[in-house]
């Protein structure tokens, strides 16, 4: 062999090097393909604008402010379509006020134009984040819903108690003050994490930046906005991969911020607890509600989105219950009954129907 000519050698290092380095490339192109690929001329342009007015206008003609804003229409579209384009617009103020839905809660209203701004962002974000969310979270979906999330809990705790020959139990937990803490700076990482175009960030932080809680400047997310309730799963899909990805749970669901873990083991559940909550508290910075979190055997009733839940069947809560004869008495329309109505339709309430709806409105029905 020649002097000038060393012998080809490779340790097992340098071979784990370059899988370490394969795999981490493969990575790499995984996470840019699951970006968003929308640019951000399909939120702002006069089409998308005018597409997202028409799901506005829903339920919402004959408002005031809808009126003044349908007034000038064609400028007014116009001109939110220029200031989007040169990045000069700005956010408006809101208008608040309280209802009670049950409990009280403040509801914060923008301005026509944001809203409709609010819609023309959802439209085009809210199908690319959907396909990112897991099976089992509920709230704000399209073909989701609160009546999804009670089918799914029934058979899931089928499932898990062999139909119900053995004993699952459930954790349920709700967390603290869930729209006043929700952090803007973990918000906009996530988003950033998912969004490569740089206009489209700035203008999801002119949204986020346009609220805050009293106490604090850098969270919370207003009721009233249509991007809150993705914001909201945005948010929370980081924990959803957390109960599934990283502590393999099998039964779970989550409406907004309630949610539920079955299981045969309640020594299972109970140490789940410190991991949710160091979890939330260092990644999201949320807490869960002290007095709301129980483990309890679906045998002895658990309540979850406004119905008492046992093996069998399902009640209205006694305060939903209460909530809806005040309702009724107060206001005894035909829309009101039909509301209530299709509510009980969803659990076993033959005879509180009978008795506050009567036969009538039951054949009716």
Known sequence: MRDDVQPYQVSIFDLLQDRSAIRERERERERESTKLSHLYDD???????????????????????????????????????????????????YHSFRINDPKPRDIHKAEVRDRLVHHAIHRILYPYFDQKFIYDSYSCRLKKGTHRAMDRLSMTARKSSCNHTRT?????????????????????NILKRRITDPNIIWLLNQIIDSFHTKNKTDAGLPLGNLTSQLFVNVYMNEFDQFIKRQLKVKYYARYADDFIILHRDRSYLTELIPKIAIFLEQRLRLSLHPTK???KTLASGVDFLGWVHFSHHRVLRTSTKRRMIKNIKR?????????YLGLLSHGDTFKLTQKYFGTTVLNNK
């Open 43 to 93: 939120i702002i342009s006069v089409e998308n604008l005018l597409i997202s007015w028409r799901e506005f206008l829903r339920g919402k003609r004959k408002r005031k402010d809808v009126a003044i804003f349908f007034l000038h229409f064609t400028d007014n579209i116009l001109a939110l379509n220029q200031e989007l384009e040169d990045r000069s617009y700005n956010h408006g103020s």
């Open 168 to 188: 699952v139990w459930i954790l349920k937990c709700d967390i603290k003050k869930f729209f006043a803490n929700i952090n803007h700076a973990v918000l906009k």
């Open 293 to 295: 979190l129980t483990i």
């Open 331 to 339: 206001n005894p329309s035909k829309q009101t009954m039909a509301s």
